[in-house]
């Protein structure tokens, strides 16, 4: 007789689209580790700006590398916080019942395969919903304040500061000793000021680029404006950062950022395009730690439960979300 599949609920699309048009819940086999990979028995996804890209199918370019003309991986979700539930071959760094938090691939769901080496510990005490909240926009910011090459006393704009990773990156920025101003709609000014921000622009009321002092550091979240206007408000030897995300839906920032890389050496200013790479040298970790000692706060803005995962997507796609979504499908 042969023995059943175990199965587990997820929300996974066979095609491109919308959130709420292609995503559904289904049935699907639970996952088993393979060799340096642990299987994670999810509590907690956070949503993030790439989710919304994979389940569009953009930039289009990306095609060639997560699916052409259907998605490769049909579960979404990236960022995961859980609890150890099996290890794979070769995998001695991590027990069942541990607690654990990381950026994968195919989060929601109630089960997902990570490779032990992206693994971190989520410290007793911290939520797993502001834990699954650190992976991709922790660290994006993270690298984002290393790569500006922010330090104390510089004058930091951050163009996004009220989204997932605007929120951390106001606060390890002001960490690091600059004076910060944060770039947001009016109605996330309060929850960007208490984040750390010294100065808050509505965008509704203020255009940044005008500023009457130009900034040392300029770290572009949002994608919305030009090369040439985030350069006018930069000082003349100030670096400009520009992060991965946005742009056009055939080639995402591929032609801004490669105009950015070809015009930095022939100017004062440093333009800076980067990606950020996920799990590297504890980064995670560190940053959790940061939670459980009180000096970094993951601005979990909304909750979702597993059954309206959809509808915490399509939240996000509308653009604007107040710091991080998460979708929650186990207490604790």
């Known amino acids: 007789m042969t023995a059943m599949t175990r199965t587990m609920k997820a929300i996974a699309h066979d095609e491109y689209g919308e959130a709420a048009d292609v995503l559904a819940p289904r049935e699907v086999p639970v996952p088993e580790p393979g060799r340096g990979e642990v299987r994670v028995e999810v509590h907690?996804?956070?949503?993030?700006?790439?989710?919304?890209?994979?389940?569009?199918?953009?930039?289009?370019?990306?095609?060639?590398?997560?699916?052409?003309?259907?998605?490769?991986?049909t579960i979404r979700g990236r960022d995961v916080a859980g609890v150890v539930d099996s290890v794979g071959p070769g995998v001695t760094e991590w027990s069942p019942g541990d607690r654990v938090a990381a950026e994968g691939e195919e989060s929601l769901a109630e089960y997902t395969c990570v490779k032990a080496s992206l693994l971190a510990r989520v410290p007793d005490g911290v939520p797993f919903t502001e834990a699954a909240a650190v992976p991709l926009a922790g660290v994006t910011a993270l690298q984002a304040v290393r790569v500006?090459?922010?330090?104390?006393?510089?004058?930091?704009?951050?163009?996004?500061?009220?989204?997932?990773?605007?929120?951390?990156?106001?606060?390890?920025?002001?960490?690091?000793?600059?004076?910060?101003?944060?770039?947001?709609?009016?109605?996330?000014?309060?929850?960007?000021?208490?984040?750390?921000?010294v100065h808050v622009v509505d965008y509704g009321v203020e255009d940044f680029t005008e500023a009457k002092e130009p900034y040392d550091v300029v770290i572009d979240l949002a994608g919305n404006?030009?090369?040439?206007?985030?350069?006018?408000?930069?000082?003349?030897?100030?670096?400009?950062?520009?992060?991965?995300?946005?742009?056009?839906?055939?080639?995402?920032?591929l032609w801004r950022n490669a105009a950015a890389s070809l015009t930095s050496p022939f100017v004062r200013q440093r333009l800076r395009p980067f990606l950020a790479r996920s799990g590297v040298d504890g980064e995670v970790e560190g940053l959790l730690e940061r939670v459980a000692a009180g000096t970094l706060r993951p601005a979990v803005g909304r909750t979702y439960p597993f059954e309206r995962a959809v509808d915490a997507l399509a939240h996000v796609a509308r653009g604007h979300a107040r710091g991080k979504v998460v979708v929650v499908l186990r207490e604790g």
């Open 44 to 73: 907690a996804v956070s949503l993030n700006a790439a989710d919304v890209y994979l389940t569009r199918g953009e930039p289009t370019i990306g095609r060639l590398a997560f699916g052409w003309p259907r998605p490769k991986r």
């Open 148 to 197: 500006g090459e922010v330090k104390a006393g510089d004058r930091v704009l951050v163009n996004g500061a009220s989204g997932g990773v605007g929120t951390f990156l106001v606060q390890l920025a002001t960490a690091a000793g600059a004076e910060v101003t944060g770039v947001c709609g009016a109605g996330n000014t309060d929850l960007v000021r208490s984040l750390g921000a």
């Open 225 to 253: 404006r030009s090369l040439r206007e985030l350069r006018s408000a930069l000082a003349p030897g100030g670096t400009l950062v520009l992060t991965s995300g946005h742009g056009s839906r055939a080639m995402g920032p």
